[in-house]
Protein backbone atom coordinates (compact mmCIF):
# COMPACT_ATOMS: atom_id res chain seq x y z
CA UNK A 1 0.00 0.00 0.00
CA UNK A 2 1.03 3.58 -0.67
CA UNK A 3 1.94 5.91 1.95
CA UNK A 4 -0.95 8.24 2.47
CA UNK A 5 -0.92 12.09 2.50
CA UNK A 6 -2.59 14.86 3.44
CA UNK A 7 -3.88 17.38 1.34
CA UNK A 8 -6.12 20.29 2.25
CA UNK A 9 -7.87 21.86 -0.17
CA UNK A 10 -10.87 24.46 -1.16
CA UNK A 11 -11.97 23.14 -4.25
CA UNK A 12 -14.59 20.64 -4.22
CA UNK A 13 -13.59 19.87 -7.70
CA UNK A 14 -10.20 18.42 -6.69
CA UNK A 15 -9.70 14.69 -8.51
CA UNK A 16 -9.22 13.31 -4.57
CA UNK A 17 -12.51 14.63 -2.96
CA UNK A 18 -14.53 13.85 -6.18
CA UNK A 19 -13.62 9.85 -6.13
CA UNK A 20 -14.01 10.09 -2.25
CA UNK A 21 -17.86 11.39 -2.56
CA UNK A 22 -18.58 9.10 -5.83
CA UNK A 23 -17.24 6.09 -3.51
CA UNK A 24 -19.26 6.95 -1.05
CA UNK A 25 -22.25 7.99 -3.15
CA UNK A 26 -21.92 4.70 -4.76
CA UNK A 27 -22.00 2.65 -1.42
CA UNK A 28 -25.05 4.72 -0.19
CA UNK A 29 -27.16 3.71 -3.23
CA UNK A 30 -27.19 0.49 -2.05
CA UNK A 31 -29.34 1.50 0.75
CA UNK A 32 -30.95 4.27 -0.14
CA UNK A 33 -32.75 5.58 -3.84
CA UNK A 34 -30.78 8.89 -4.54
CA UNK A 35 -28.26 10.79 -3.33
CA UNK A 36 -28.43 14.61 -2.18
CA UNK A 37 -29.19 17.55 -4.46
CA UNK A 38 -27.88 20.72 -3.45
CA UNK A 39 -29.35 23.93 -4.00
CA UNK A 40 -28.18 27.82 -3.26
CA UNK A 41 -30.23 30.79 -3.07
CA UNK A 42 -28.25 34.18 -3.37
CA UNK A 43 -28.74 37.46 -2.26
CA UNK A 44 -27.70 40.25 -4.37
CA UNK A 45 -27.83 44.26 -4.59
CA UNK A 46 -28.39 46.56 -7.29
CA UNK A 47 -25.09 46.55 -8.42
CA UNK A 48 -25.17 42.42 -8.40
CA UNK A 49 -22.51 42.31 -5.31
CA UNK A 50 -23.63 39.06 -3.34
CA UNK A 51 -24.84 40.00 0.18
CA UNK A 52 -26.23 36.77 1.34
CA UNK A 53 -26.93 33.38 1.02
CA UNK A 54 -27.69 29.80 2.09
CA UNK A 55 -26.57 26.50 0.59
CA UNK A 56 -28.57 23.89 1.59
CA UNK A 57 -28.62 19.97 0.51
CA UNK A 58 -32.15 17.95 0.54
CA UNK A 59 -31.95 14.54 1.24
CA UNK A 60 -35.35 12.52 1.03
CA UNK A 61 -37.20 13.92 3.64
CA UNK A 62 -35.17 16.63 5.07
CA UNK A 63 -33.44 19.61 3.96
CA UNK A 64 -29.66 20.22 5.49
CA UNK A 65 -28.65 23.89 5.93
CA UNK A 66 -24.87 23.75 5.16
CA UNK A 67 -23.94 27.69 5.31
CA UNK A 68 -26.09 30.79 5.74
CA UNK A 69 -24.88 33.97 5.24
CA UNK A 70 -25.89 37.41 5.33
CA UNK A 71 -23.25 40.63 4.75
CA UNK A 72 -23.44 42.69 8.37
CA UNK A 73 -25.26 45.71 6.28
CA UNK A 74 -27.85 43.63 5.46
CA UNK A 75 -28.34 41.80 8.72
CA UNK A 76 -31.72 42.34 10.99
CA UNK A 77 -33.49 43.55 8.08
CA UNK A 78 -35.90 40.32 7.60
CA UNK A 79 -33.10 38.46 4.64
CA UNK A 80 -31.66 35.69 6.65
CA UNK A 81 -35.36 34.70 7.50
CA UNK A 82 -36.66 35.37 4.19
CA UNK A 83 -33.90 33.05 2.71
CA UNK A 84 -34.46 30.42 5.33
CA UNK A 85 -38.43 30.54 4.30
CA UNK A 86 -37.22 30.02 0.52
CA UNK A 87 -35.08 27.39 1.09
CA UNK A 88 -37.89 25.50 3.37
CA UNK A 89 -40.38 26.19 0.85
CA UNK A 90 -38.12 24.41 -1.81
CA UNK A 91 -37.90 21.39 0.60
CA UNK A 92 -41.59 21.29 1.16
CA UNK A 93 -42.13 21.35 -2.83
CA UNK A 94 -39.60 18.13 -2.68
CA UNK A 95 -41.67 16.42 -0.11
CA UNK A 96 -39.09 17.15 2.99
CA UNK A 97 -40.94 16.84 6.41
CA UNK A 98 -38.08 18.73 8.03
CA UNK A 99 -35.15 21.02 8.15
CA UNK A 100 -31.85 20.51 9.95
CA UNK A 101 -29.31 22.82 10.59
CA UNK A 102 -26.24 23.36 13.21
CA UNK A 103 -24.14 26.91 13.94
CA UNK A 104 -21.66 27.73 17.11
CA UNK A 105 -23.60 29.53 19.90
CA UNK A 106 -21.85 32.59 18.66
CA UNK A 107 -23.01 32.48 15.23
CA UNK A 108 -26.86 31.87 14.85
CA UNK A 109 -28.34 30.33 17.52
CA UNK A 110 -31.27 33.03 18.64
CA UNK A 111 -31.68 33.06 14.81
CA UNK A 112 -32.74 29.77 14.45
CA UNK A 113 -34.73 29.66 17.56
CA UNK A 114 -36.73 32.89 16.02
CA UNK A 115 -37.37 31.23 13.27
CA UNK A 116 -38.92 28.70 14.96
CA UNK A 117 -36.04 25.93 14.73
CA UNK A 118 -35.96 23.50 18.14
CA UNK A 119 -32.36 22.77 19.99
CA UNK A 120 -32.12 18.62 19.38
CA UNK A 121 -28.78 18.36 20.63
CA UNK A 122 -25.42 20.50 21.75
CA UNK A 123 -21.86 20.02 21.68
CA UNK A 124 -20.64 22.02 24.53
CA UNK A 125 -16.91 22.98 24.18
CA UNK A 126 -16.70 22.40 20.71
CA UNK A 127 -14.33 24.88 19.44
CA UNK A 128 -12.16 26.68 22.54
CA UNK A 129 -15.13 27.57 24.67
CA UNK A 130 -17.94 27.55 22.58
CA UNK A 131 -21.06 25.27 22.35
CA UNK A 132 -21.95 23.67 18.45
CA UNK A 133 -25.54 23.38 18.63
CA UNK A 134 -28.42 20.98 16.61
CA UNK A 135 -31.87 22.28 15.44
CA UNK A 136 -34.31 20.69 13.64
CA UNK A 137 -37.59 21.91 12.49
CA UNK A 138 -40.98 19.96 11.19
CA UNK A 139 -42.02 21.48 7.44
Known amino acids: ?24 VEYDLQFIDRIAEFL ?12 GG ?16 IDE ?18 GRKRGCQFSIVDTMEFEAEKFYEKNGYESIGRIENYI ?5 VFFRKSL
Open 54 to 69: IILSIRHEAIYINHLW
Open 128 to 132: QKYDR
Open 1 to 24: MDILTTSYFQDKNKLEVKTLINKL
Open 73 to 90: TYRKQGYGSKLLMMAEEE
Open 40 to 51: SIILKDKKLKIK
